[in-house]
Structures are given as structure tokens and as C-alpha cells.
């Protein structure tokens, strides 16, 4: 067996040094004459372009405005699951069947919370202006609320 040198395309590549006189004249490339002779003439200078995607939703958020946030959603969570349970309990106690109707409940508390959300995020990110994410927001809410409201005209069509 033979011992053969591996050789990457990429060795070939030099990264060049920088530039020490940065005030040269625009005409001239900074470097000296010598080396400016020594260059392989181009047709075109090369640029070098950058993809950015520097999109800005709303206001910078702090962490305290985060956590406010946070605490403010879990504690409407907890009133929003009663009025699940209420919805649940008056659907069956007009001889819904309990299946159906706990899905009515779910689906309104996933509307509260999911509407709930957006608001907050909508009040401390100040993202009233972005259209990108309030329009699937509200429609997003608006199917859940329809959605509720089906799943409750057919639990109050069934009988135990």
C-alpha cells in the first residue's frame, strides 16, 4: 500500500492580510506599487454581499415585562378553567351528552387563553402595527370561537 497525501481543495486558499493604510486615494488599492503589479488583472472588482434579515416586531422587551406577563396569563388561566367547568356542567345539566359537551369547554377556554395571549403580547411587545402576526392571530381566534360555538349548538342537539 501506498502512502498518498491527502490534499483538500480548499489549501489552495489564503486569506488576505489587511489593509495598513486605510486613507489611501479611492483610485489606488493601498498597497505598493510592487505588489499592485503583481496582481492578476480582474474584469470586475468582487463584492462581497451580505444577506440580512433585520426585522424589528414591536418594542425591545425587558425580562420584567416578560415575567408580567407570564403571571398575568397563568392567573386569567385559572378563572378561565371555572368558567370551562360552568360551561361544561350547564351544557350537561340540559341533558347534553358529557362527551360533547366537555369538548364545548375546552374549546372555549382555548379561545379565552388563546386570545388572552395575543392580547398581552399584543399590549407589552406594542405589535398592534404588525399585520404579519395579527391577522393569523385573529383569524386563529375567530375559528376558535367559531368552532366553540358549533361544538355547543351540537352538544345542546344531543341527549344523554
Known amino acids: 500500500m501506498t502512502d498518498a497525501t491527502l490534499r483538500l481543495a480548499q489549501s489552495d486558499f489564503k ?5 495598513q493604510n486605510q486613507s489611501a486615494p479611492p483610485g489606488g488599492t493601498g498597497a505598493p506599487p510592487a505588489a499592485q503589479a503583481s496582481k492578476p488583472a480582474t474584469s470586475a472588482p468582487s463584492q462581497s454581499s451580505t444577506l440580512s434579515f433585520d426585522v424589528k416586531l414591536g418594542k425591545s422587551i425587558s425580562t420584567n415585562e416578560i415575567a408580567l406577563g407570564a403571571v398575568i396569563f397563568v392567573v ?9 367547568m ?5 351544557l350537561q345539566s340540559r341533558y347534553a351528552a358529557p362527551g360533547v359537551a366537555s369538548e364545548a ?14 392580547l398581552i403580547a399584543g399590549f407589552i411587545a406594542d405589535i398592534w402595527t404588525q399585520y404579519v402576526l395579527l ?3 385573529t383569524l386563529i381566534s375567530l375559528a376558535l370561537l367559531v368552532l366553540f360555538l358549533r361544538k355547543r349548538s351540537a352538544a345542546l342537539k344531543t341527549r344523554r
Open 105 to 118: 369547554g375546552w374549546l372555549l377556554f382555548s379561545w379565552l387563553a388563546f386570545t388572552t395571549l395575543i
Open 135 to 137: 391577522v393569523p392571530a
Open 15 to 19: 486569506i488576505p492580510a489587511p489593509r
Open 76 to 84: 386569567l388561566l385559572v378563572p378561565y378553567f371555572f368558567v370551562k
Open 86 to 90: 360552568s360551561v361544561t356542567r350547564g
